[in-house]
C-alpha cells in the first residue's frame, strides 16, 4: 500500500496477469503479422495504386472513387456468372436441392440418359403425385432431348435457359423457359398451375415433330 496506490500498484497486477500462463504467446511482437495482415496490406496497396491511376485521368477524388467501386463491382459480377458456368459445366444443377417432398432428386434430369418420351412421362407421373419441382425439371429436361431428337438443336446440358432461348426462337419455348428458370432456379414453391403452363408451352413446342 501507499499514499499513491491506495489499492496497490496497477503495475504489481499487470505482472500477476502477464504472469498467467493462459496468457503467454498471445501477445504478437511488433514485427508479427496476423494473416489477414498479409492478405490485406498488399491488396490495400493494389487498390490505392489502381485509385492513384484513375485519379490522374479524372483528377476528382471522389469521381475516382465512384469509378473505382464500378469497376471493382463489376468484376465481381463477372467472376461470379464465371463460376456459375464452371460449375454448370462440372454438373451442379438447382433441382438437387430438396424438393417439397423432403427427399433430394437422385439424378439430375439434365444428365439422364432417358429419351424425351420417357422424361415426359416421368414428368406428368411426378405431377400426379405432387412433386411439382421434379416435374417442372422433367419437362424442361424432355424438352431440350425433343429439340435434340429433332435435329432442331444439339443437346447440350451445360447451355443456360437463356442460350437455349436464343438458340431456340420459338416464342412457345420461351415461355416454357421462363417457367423452368421460376421452377428450377427460383425460391419460392413449385406449385400445379405452373406444371400446368409449362405442359402446355411443352405441347406447343414439340407437337409440330
Same mark, same amino acid.
Given at each position: ?5 491506495? &489499492?496497490?500498484?496497477? +503495475?504489481?497486477?499487470?505482472? !500477476? ?6 496468457? +503467454?504467446? !498471445?501477445? @504478437? ?14 491488396? +490495400?496497396?493494389?487498390?490505392?495504386? $489502381?485509385?492513384?491511376?484513375?485519379? &490522374? ?11 473505382? /467501386?464500378?469497376? =471493382?463491382?463489376?468484376?465481381?459480377? $463477372? ?6 458456368? $464452371?460449375?454448370?459445366?462440372? #454438373?451442379?444443377?438447382?433441382? *438437387?436441392? !430438396? ?6 432428386? &437422385? ?12 422424361? @415426359? ?9 405432387? +412433386? /411439382? %419441382?421434379?416435374?417442372?425439371?422433367? =419437362?424442361?429436361?424432355?424438352? =431440350? ?5 429433332? #435435329?432442331?438443336? @444439339? /443437346?447440350?446440358?451445360? *447451355?443456360?435457359? #437463356? ?5 431456340? *426462337? ?7 423457359? *421462363? ?5 428450377? $432456379?427460383?425460391?419460392? !414453391? ?6 400446368? %403452363? ?5 405441347? @406447343? ?5
Amino acid at each position: 500500500m501507499s499514499s499513491l496506490w491506495p &489499492h496497490g500498484d496497477p +503495475r504489481d497486477v499487470a505482472r !500477476a496477469v502477464l504472469a498467467d500462463p493462459r496468457y +503467454r504467446g !498471445a501477445a @504478437r511482437g511488433p514485427d508479427e503479422r496476423s494473416w489477414w495482415d498479409v492478405l490485406w496490406r498488399p491488396l +490495400r496497396a493494389l487498390w490505392r495504386a $489502381f485509385l492513384d491511376s484513375l485519379d &490522374h485521368v479524372f483528377g476528382n477524388d471522389a469521381l475516382t472513387s465512384l469509378i473505382g /467501386y464500378a469497376i =471493382l463491382i463489376a468484376v465481381v459480377a $463477372f467472376l461470379v456468372v464465371v463460376l456459375a458456368r $464452371f460449375a454448370a459445366r462440372l #454438373g451442379w444443377a438447382p433441382w *438437387r436441392r !430438396a424438393r417439397e417432398g423432403g427427399v433430394g432428386y &437422385h439424378a439430375d434430369p439434365l444428365h439422364d440418359d432417358a429419351d424425351a418420351a420417357a422424361l @415426359r412421362a416421368r414428368a406428368l407421373a411426378a405431377a400426379a403425385e405432387g +412433386r /411439382y %419441382r421434379d416435374a417442372a425439371a422433367l =419437362l424442361w429436361a424432355s424438352a =431440350l432431348r425433343a429439340l435434340d431428337e429433332r #435435329g432442331q438443336v @444439339r /443437346y447440350d446440358a451445360a *447451355r443456360t435457359p #437463356g442460350e437455349w432461348r436464343r438458340a431456340v *426462337r420459338d416464342p412457345a419455348f420461351d415461355a416454357l423457359a *421462363r417457367d423452368a428458370v421460376v421452377a428450377l $432456379f427460383g425460391g419460392r !414453391a413449385v406449385d400445379a398451375a405452373l406444371v400446368e %403452363r409449362m405442359r402446355a408451352a411443352y405441347e @406447343r413446342v414439340v407437337a409440330p415433330a
